[in-house]
């Protein structure tokens, strides 16, 4: 069964910092992208960055570009979200999310079930 | 960037009924690279369609998509109470990829 376990949200200060992980089992973790995606409260889908499965290719969103940093580790079958000066409005639940192909399509057909970050003073 | 813009905002029917919902680019997408998402409440989002039509697995074949270019068009067919969610439209064919805004179905 192919799974995905975020953890590492949180409380953080307005330009503070967070490091988002995923664990992904149930299937070959480098044969897939990876990407973030963030929902803030009430609100709808933000895509927020894409790593592709070997390759090393990644993509940001405007939003968070410069700031967020996406990275994995293939043998531990992990990814992550590196966060730095962090706004007010990046709070969000984050999800993890898989792709359906190794490079990154932005086509997720399996998510995790989220990671609360707040971002408050 | 593209803008999806989404169809109605929310959708009251009931079980047994037909949605239809609509996604419109503010360029062409292609047929590529079209996905819709349904999200219950407190849930993660799940991938019903990708490729504009294709099921993605364990989609039941009462979900259709369509639709090419600008736009596109989500079908379910005999609302079961399941159905009753909130539907993502987005597009992968250029970066940033961006989804709709939503469109809740509600009974």
């Known amino acids: 069964e192919v799974q995905m376990s975020e953890s590492g949200g949180g409380l953080a200060q307005p330009g503070g910092s967070l490091r988002l992980s995923c664990a992904g089992s149930?299937?070959?973790?480098?044969?897939?992208?990876m990407s973030w995606v963030r929902q803030a409260p009430g609100k709808g889908l933000e895509w927020v960055s894409s790593?592709?499965?070997?390759?090393?290719?990644?993509f940001y969103a405007d939003s968070v570009k410069g700031r967020f940093i996406i990275s994995r580790d293939n043998s531990k079958n992990t990814l992550f979200l590196e966060m730095n000066n962090l706004r007010v409005e990046d709070t969000a639940v984050y999800y993890c999310?898989?792709?359906?192909?190794?490079?990154?399509?932005?086509?997720?057909?399996?998510w995790g079930q989220g990671t609360l970050v707040t971002v408050s003073s | 960037e593209i803008v999806l813009t989404q169809s109605p905002g929310t959708l009251s029917l009931s079980p047994g009924e037909r949605a239809t919902l609509s996604c419109r680019a503010s360029?062409?997408?292609?047929?590529?690279?079209l996905a819709w998402y349904q999200q219950r409440p407190g849930q993660a989002p799940r991938l019903l369609i990708f490729?504009?039509?294709n099921r993605a697995s364990g989609i039941p074949d009462r979900f259709t998509g369509s639709g090419s270019g600008t736009d596109f068009t989500l079908t379910i067919n005999r609302l079961e109470p399941e159905d009753f969610a909130v539907y993502y439209c987005?597009?992968?064919?250029?970066?940033?990829?961006?989804f709709g805004q939503g469109t809740r179905v509600e009974i």
């Open positions: 999310a898989k792709d359906l192909l190794r490079r990154a399509t932005g086509m997720s057909d399996y």
């Open positions: 360029q062409s997408v292609g047929s590529s690279y």
């Open positions: 490729g504009a039509s």
């Open positions: 149930g299937f070959t973790f480098d044969n897939y992208a």
């Open positions: 987005q597009q992968c064919a250029r970066s940033p990829w961006t």
């Open positions: 790593m592709s499965g070997t390759s090393g290719d990644t």
